[in-house]
């Protein structure tokens, strides 16, 4: 199944870019700017054709794309009409804003179609007659207990216990009181991996921990009708959106009173790692995940730093509080080039970071 998660990613990423890109592209071409290229992946270029002024090329590294309008520079001295530099302050912000706005149109389609296809819902006593496709997490390992002795985690997916597959909270409560003080084999999910492992449940319990000392809950799927889909999926981009915010505050309160962000951040090597659980869960599960990640790329580009959309919104923003008077492009540029940088240093920590996670 490697593989097929690997595919994912890769489809699931160029989706989320080129998606951004091509907001960037519809914004600019309706303002009457010279889109001179339209790049599918990067350079070094494959295969390229030309198209209403418009060069569209397939790139050999098929990590994204790219949008390159003509003066968005903003260096030029005289810039024609077809210029990004020559349009008005709006339009600009506009032409900047409009690919956080179609990751987070993205996102609504996707949870859209996931609602007719079904959407993830913890299961309780009112809804469990109506959901499917059942599947058991664990909430909680008590410390010094025969699961957290055996080497189980939080989040982790029970796979199977024993000879049942796909177990119940009720089944898995069953079983080990039915085997207290025998081993039992279980198979468990974990970040995309399935490992086996050997637990023992206790026959005299301390109270209230059970006799494995974990707490579980189950989700399954709900589907609503196709024609209340996207008023559905509406309501949960917007749901979605304000827990991510709340998410961001968390994680800049945590870096300002801390200097740490947590283990809430994640790069690409995270973001392959939780693309590989969500395929091995099933199309709802990968349509959900695609939401979150467009929905962070939108909150993420919008923020006022250098080299985001955010940061050049900021310059825009500046130039009309001066009364139209813009700062000299080279400081602007440098101010870019030195956030660009930053950006990468943060990625390349990251990214280490993950790899100490997850490998």
């Known amino acids: 199944m490697l593989w097929l998660a690997v595919i994912v990613f890769v489809v699931l990423l160029l ?21 001179e290229e ?3 992946g990067f350079p070094p270029k494959l295969w390229s054709f030309t198209w209403h002024g418009t060069e569209y090329s397939l790139n050999l590294l098929p990590i994204g794309g790219f949008v390159k309008i003509e003066g968005e520079d903003m260096a030029e001295q005289s810039p024609a009409p077809t210029s990004f530099a020559s349009k008005s302050a709006s339009w600009r912000v506009v032409i900047l804003a409009a690919g956080g706005v179609m990751n987070i149109v993205l996102a609504w389609v ?9 959407v993830p819902t913890l299961i309780t006593e009112d809804n469990a007659a109506t959901l499917t496709k059942t599947q058991t997490y664990i909430l ?25 597959a796909t177990p119940t909270i009720q089944s898995i409560q069953q079983h080990t009181a039915e085997r207290a003080g025998e081993p039992l084999e279980l198979v468990v ?20 921990e059970g006799a494995l000392g974990i707490s579980l809950a189950s989700t399954g799927l709900a589907t609503v009708p196709w024609w209340q889909a996207p008023w559905h999926g509406l309501q949960r981009t917007g749901l979605l959106l304000m827990a ?10 945590q870096l300002f009173s801390t200097g740490s962000v947590g283990g809430d951040l994640a790069g690409p090597v ?27 790329l939108a909150l993420i580009n919008i923020l006022p730093f250098p080299a985001l959309d955010g940061g050049r919104i900021a310059f825009v923003l500046l130039e009309v509080l001066r009364g139209g008077k813009r700062l000299a ?13 930053l950006l990468i240093l943060l990625m390349v920590w990251i990214t280490f970071r993950d790899v100490g996670r997850f490998f």
Do not use: M
Request: with cysteine.
């Open 270 to 296: 995270g973001i392959a790692v939780l693309t590989n659980e969500a395929t091995t869960l099933g199309l709802p599960y990968v349509l959900e995940f695609g939401a979150l990640i467009s929905l962070n």
């Open 15 to 35: 989706a989320l870019v080129l998606v951004h890109e091509w907001g960037h592209f519809i914004a600019a071409k309706k303002a009457g700017c010279n889109v």
């Open 244 to 253: 991510i915010v709340t998410q961001f505050g968390i994680i800049l309160g």
């Open 329 to 341: 492009s080279q400081v602007e540029q440098y101010i870019h080039t030195a956030g660009f940088a």
């Open 140 to 164: 909680e390992v008590q410390p010094g207990s025969p699961a957290a002795e055996a080497g189980l985690a939080e989040l982790d997916r029970i796979v199977s216990i024993d000879d049942l």
């Open 189 to 208: 999910s974990r970040q995309g991996a399935t490992q086996e492992l050997s637990v023992t449940p206790r026959v005299d319990p301390p109270p209230g």
């Open 38 to 40: 339209f790049g599918f």
């Open 110 to 118: 996707l949870l859209s179609v996931q609602g007719v296809i079904g």
